[in-house]
T-cell receptor, first 117, second 110 residues
């Protein structure tokens, strides 16, 4: 089946630094990837839609200058949390749309847990 | 997208069928019913989807009422590994943006 990986699986960083999270589709091409954020005991919230070769589309209330998204290839999207603060600590999950798949659905990565100290 | 209503939690016994209800009374004619689940500290996993007919795959069955205002996800033989939060989402198929509600926390007990 379609596999999406994320790297790193967890990261701890100091306040004010930037952190890059990678999302890769391992066995399919993904023209569209999505980034979600999940705080403890809450549901997933869509942050942005990442389209290969074009600018990301951000959901209302998500700062595009703080959460930089790059989708430079059909198998890789990156999310950079710039000048991270403790309130950015969360579980970040990506998903990738398998356009060529039989079910034509999207598949989720395992998530990246970010802790900002 | 139409909103859904799910019970916040339910328990079921290992080996028994688990029936998870979902109400979506404002669903539109072109909206599908999707089910995902999220095991603790993992990314969500697609389970099944349907429009109006009942659907079955290797993971589960989806029963949609004739008026499409509600549906039931059936895990035929629940195992401890099925313990997760289950999300019922309705959406137009061409729109891949998913709006997750609170879901149902299912605990399978031995």
């Amino acid at each position: 089946g379609a596999v999406v990986s994320q790297h790193p699986s967890w990261v701890i960083c100091k306040s004010g630094t930037s952190v890059k999270i990678e999302c890769r589709s391992l066995d399919f091409q993904a023209t569209t990837m999505f980034w979600y954020r999940q705080f403890p005991k809450q549901s997933l919230m869509l942050m942005a839609t990442s389209n290969e070769g074009s600018k990301a589309t951000y959901e209302q209330g998500v700062e595009k200058d703080k959460f930089l998204i790059n989708h430079a290839s059909l198998t890789l999207s990156t999310l950079t949390v710039t000048s991270a603060h403790p309130e950015d600590s969360s579980f970040y999950i990506c998903s990738a749309r398998d356009r060529g798949g039989a079910v034509n659905e999207q598949y989720f990565g395992p998530g990246t847990r970010l802790t900002v100290t | 997208d139409a909103k859904t209503t799910q019970p916040p939690s339910m328990d079921c016994a290992e080996g028994r069928a688990a029936n998870l209800p979902c109400n979506h009374s404002t669903i539109s004619g072109n909206e599908y019913v999707y089910w995902y689940r999220q095991i603790h500290s993992q990314g969500p996993q697609y389970i099944i989807h349907g429009l109006k007919n009942n659907e079955t795959n290797e993971m589960a069955s989806l029963i949609i009422t004739e008026d499409r205002k509600s549906s039931t996800l059936i895990l035929p033989h629940a195992t401890l590994r099925d313990t997760a939060v289950y999300y019922c989402i309705v959406r137009v198929r061409a729109d891949y943006k998913l709006s997750f509600g609170a879901g149902t926390t299912v605990t399978v007990r031995a």
